[in-house]
């Protein structure tokens, strides 16, 4: 398998304190690889250094093998690396339709002036629809963003995010929030998109991590504990400790 995201010896410090040390990534093309650890572990420093919400204090990252340290988060979507984020980020007055919609429009470079009509977007709505039906929201294609349960709000930003055409998806915490039957929902859309996409998601849910994951980075004060598939990193006796010791549920 050929490596599409790899980080080396990445590290970032804030003031002194070390939040992530010297860590080290391959994801493999065409896996769902999870990144998991107890609270405090630097989980969500490490996925904004990947994605260039931050910028390391040592390390290199490597995208498809090109060199992506130093380049901002909107060229490093363009090159086809796209994150979701904890909250979902929908325009909630825009049906579902318009809002991957709008998405569409930035990846083929068209401009959002307030002055454009109705009907010159509607060349849009093919596409749109398509990815609507991949995430399962073709009875809602109508619906403003605000009537949807947070499970499927979710779900259209999976959408909105499959229309910019990524190579891989970055999911931050997808299941966060939800309830048993959107979670279920939600895992089975993420293994479907999967299936011709890399996914490297950051997630609480072990449950989920076990049923979705190839393979499992498990991260402990900002360094890297574990790695391997569910049951290597479920039976590692520093996993446990590291879990049982910070009082994870």
Do not use: C
């Not at 609270?39 to 994605?51: D, E, H, I, P, V």
């Amino acid at each position: 398998m050929s490596i599409v995201l790899e980080a080396r010896g990445l590290t970032k410090e804030f003031k002194g304190f070390v939040a992530v040390n010297d860590v080290d990534l391959k994801v493999e093309k065409g896996t769902i690889h999870a990144l998991i650890g107890p609270n405090g572990a630097g989980k969500t420093t490490f996925f904004n250094l990947l994605t260039k919400f931050l910028q390391p204090t040592r390390g290199t990252i490597h995208y498809e093998g090109r060199d992506i340290t130093r380049l901002p988060p909107a060229q490093i979507a363009r090159l086809g690396m796209v994150r979701s984020f904890q909250i979902s980020a929908v325009f909630p007055d825009l049906t579902v339709l318009q809002n991957v919609r709008v998405a569409l429009q930035r990846k083929r470079g068209e401009s959002f002036d307030f002055w454009r009509s109705e009907k010159s977007l509607t060349r849009f709505d093919d596409a749109a629809r398509e990815r609507i039906e991949e995430v399962g929201l073709s009875e809602f294609v109508h619906h403003r963003a605000a009537e949807l349960s947070y499970g499927r709000k979710r779900a259209l930003e999976i959408a909105a995010t499959l229309a910019l055409e990524p190579e891989m998806l970055l999911l931050d915490e997808p299941m966060a929030g939800m309830a048993q039957e959107d979670i279920e929902r939600i895992s089975a859309l993420i293994k479907r998109v999967a299936k011709n996409r890399t996914i490297l998601m950051v997630e609480h849910n072990l449950s989920v991590v076990a049923n979705l994951s190839d393979r499992i980075t498990v991260l402990a004060r900002g360094e890297v504990l574990a790695e391997g598939d569910y049951d290597e990193v479920s039976k590692s006796p520093e996993v446990i400790e590291a879990y049982i010791g910070a009082g994870y549920d």
